[in-house]
């Protein structure tokens, strides 16, 4: 009975899709599903299952189960399984039972405590902070401090 409640709705859902009001049906990776391959998407991609290969997709969500090998391309990102790789993503959002290994480049980002994060979050369009030029001044002794202090000060 499970099944074809499910069924129905799939379909419902898909011939709602088509029409200029319904919301567009992800791509659902289920969880006993193992993909090898890049998948390109103009839509929602849910994985539960593993893919090992790139995708790239407007809205991409990796279940508690899923797991993603690869490169992601993607406006959106929503995190709760395991992602090894590189995410290049407008908005980022990791959840507390997510684990990213990687690097990812965002424009905002939301981590939840607890999450797995092993490599580094780059904003995209910040500057580099090596390239931002060094301080005009750098005191390496005590002493100096004293003096420049006293100097401030107006004595």
Do not use: W
């Amino acid at each position: 009975m499970k099944k074809i409640k499910r069924l129905i709705y799939l379909k419902l859902a898909r011939r709602l899709s088509r029409s200029s009001t319904g919301a567009p049906v992800p791509s659902i990776i289920s969880e006993n599903t193992k993909i090898k391959g890049d998948i390109i998407s103009d839509g929602i991609v849910h994985i539960d299952g593993r893919v090992e290969g790139d995708i790239s997709c407007d809205e991409l969500v990796i279940g508690v189960k899923g797991q993603v090998l690869g490169s992601v391309n993607a406006n959106n990102l929503q995190l709760y399984g395991v992602l090894s790789g590189k995410a290049t993503v407008d908005n980022l959002f990791i959840a507390h039972t997510a684990k990213m290994i990687g690097d990812a480049s965002h424009n905002t980002i939301a981590i939840e405590p607890g999450a797995y994060v092993d490599g580094h979050c780059i904003r995209i369009g910040a500057p580099i902070p090596a390239e931002q030029g060094k301080p005009d001044l750098l005191i390496t002794d005590a002493s100096k401090v004293k003096k420049i202090s006293s100097k401030a000060a107006g004595e």
